[in-house]
C-alpha cells in the first residue's frame, strides 16, 4: 500500500481465515526515495505529463514495492509460493469519481502487477477501484469493508478514522441490520505535509509541533470550510485534485504567519471530521473511535480532535493486534483474499455502487 501522502511503501504479511478476524503477522516499511517522491508529486499535479514519464514513475514504483515485498518474505523466512498472493493498491496519481469538466468518471492508479509479479514470483491481485466505479461507485473509501471483517465483531456504535493524505471515516452500526456507512471527510496529512515542507522544509510536521506553536486563524477557516465539498452527502470521496497547496494559497488574505495557517489546517482536519460524525444517526455518547493513519501519531491533530469529540472514547487498533499505521495495507491483503475467492470487495451503501462486486484482476506468478 501507498497512498495519497507519498511517504512510502508499507507491505503487511496477513492472515486471513473464514471464522477469524485477518491477523497481521509481519511489517515493512520502505520509504519513499526523494526523487520518486518528487516524481510522482508531479505526476499528480502537472498539467500535462508525457508516457514516458509515467513509464518511469511507475517502474520506479512497481520495483519499491517489489523490494518491500521480499524483504518483508525473507523477514518472514517465507518463500514466495507461501504466500497466496500479494494485493497492491497502485499509486493514485488522479481521482475524479464525478468526471473531470463533464466527462467520464475516473480513478488513475499508478501500478503494474504484470512486473511485480515478474519480480517476486508471487500472484498479484490489482486495479481494485475500478470495477466499483463500472458499477456507478466512487471506488473508495475501500477501506470500511475490511473494517467491517477486522472490528465489526465489537459491541456497541463504532468509528474506524484514518488519518491518511486524506481522512475517511467509517461507522459501523450497533445494529447489524443498519447498514456500514463510510466517506473522506476532507483533507488531513496532505495540506499539513504541503504547508510544512514550503515553509520549515522536510517530508512532516512531526508530532504537529509547528502546528501546536501557532494559533488558529477563525476568517481562514471558515474560508476553507466554505469549499463544497464539506456539504455534499455522502458517498463521496476526494484527493490531491481538489485539495492541494495551490488551493490554499487561494484562500489565504497574505498576512497570515505560517505557523497560524499551518495550526489552521490541523484544525480543519479535526472540524471537518467532527462535522462528518456529528451527521452520522445515532446517539455518539460513548462511541468508540479507533483511530488509524499517520496522522494517529501527530499529537497536535489529536489534542483538536479530542476537544471537538468529548463524547467519544478513543481507542488505539493496537489493542486489536493491529497498530496504526498497517490497517490501509492490511485492507488491500484482504481485498485481494476477497478476490481470489470470489467474494465482493466495495460496499454499495459506502460507495454508492450499484450493487457487491468482486474487485480487482488476478496475474498469475
Ligand atoms: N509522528 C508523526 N507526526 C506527525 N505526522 C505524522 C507522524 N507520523 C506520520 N505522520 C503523517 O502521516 C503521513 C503518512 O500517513 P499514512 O501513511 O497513513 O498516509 P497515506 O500514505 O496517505 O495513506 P492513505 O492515503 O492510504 O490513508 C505522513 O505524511 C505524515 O504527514
Ligand atoms: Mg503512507
Given at each position: 500500500m501507498s497512498g495519497t501522502s507519498l511517504d512510502g511503501i508499507d507491505a503487511a504479511l496477513v492472515a486471513i481465515g473464514r471464522d477469524t478476524p485477518p491477523q497481521l503477522l509481519g511489517t515493512l516499511a520502505a520509504e519513499m526515495p526523494d526523487t520518486l517522491h518528487q516524481q510522482l508529486l508531479h505526476l499528480c499535479h502537472a498539467q500535462e505529463v508525457s508516457f514516458a514519464e509515467l513509464a518511469a514513475a511507475e517502474d520506479a514504483f512497481c520495483r519499491l514495492q517489489a523490494e518491500a515485498v521480499k524483504a518483508l518474505l525473507t523477514a518472514q523466512q517465507l518463500s514466495p509460493e507461501q504466500i497466496q498472493a500479494v494485493g497492491s493498491h497502485g499509486q493514485t496519481v488522479e481521482h475524479a469519481p464525478d468526471g473531470h469538466n463533464g466527462g467520464p468518471a475516473y480513478t488513475l492508479q499508478l501500478d503494474n502487477p504484470s512486473l511485480l509479479a515478474e519480480l517476486t514470483g508471487c500472484t498479484v491481485v490489482a486495479d481494485f477501484r475500478r470495477r466499483d466505479l463500472a458499477a456507478g461507485g466512487q471506488a473508495a473509501p475501500l477501506a470500511p469493508a475490511f473494517h467491517q471483517a477486522l472490528f465489526g465483531r465489537q459491541e456497541g456504535e463504532q468509528l474506524i478514522l484514518n488519518l491518511g493524505g486524506f481522512a475517511n471515516l467509517t461507522w459501523l452500526p450497533s445494529n447489524s441490520k443498519t447498514p456500514v456507512t463510510g466517506f473522506d471527510t476532507g483533507p488531513a496529512n496532505v495540506l499539513l505535509d504541503a504547508w510544512f515542507s514550503k515553509h520549515q522544509g522536510g517530508r512532516f510536521d512531526q508530532n504537529g509541533a509547528w502546528a501546536a506553536s501557532g494559533n488558529v486563524d477563525p476568517e481562514l477557516l471558515e474560508r476553507l470550510l466554505d469549499a463544497p465539498f464539506f456539504q455534499q452527502p455522502p458517498p463521496r470521496s476526494t484527493g490531491r485534485e481538489l485539495f492541494h497547496l495551490p488551493w490554499l494559497e487561494r484562500h489565504?488574505?497574505?498576512?497570515?504567519a505560517p505557523d497560524d495557517v499551518q495550526a489552521t489546517l490541523a484544525e480543519l482536519t479535526a472540524v471537518s471530521v467532527a462535522q462528518g460524525i456529528q451527521q452520522l444517526p445515532f446517539s455518539h455518547q460513548g462511541v468508540t473511535l479507533i483511530t488509524c493513519g499517520g496522522g494517529a501519531h501527530n499529537a497536535d491533530l489529536m489534542a483538536r480532535l479530542a476537544a471537538h469529540l468529548p463524547f467519544a472514547t478513543f481507542a488505539s487498533p493496537s489493542s486489536y493486534g493491529w497498530p496504526e499505521d498497517w490497517i490501509e495495507a492490511g485492507a488491500f491483503a484482504w481485498l485481494a483474499h476477497q478476490r481470489l475467492h470470489q467474494l465482493p470487495g466495495n460496499l454499495p451503501s459506502v460507495t454508492g455502487a450499484r450493487g457487491p462486486r468482486v474487485l480487482g484482476g488476478v496475474y498469475a506468478p
Open positions: 489565504l488574505a497574505g498576512h497570515e
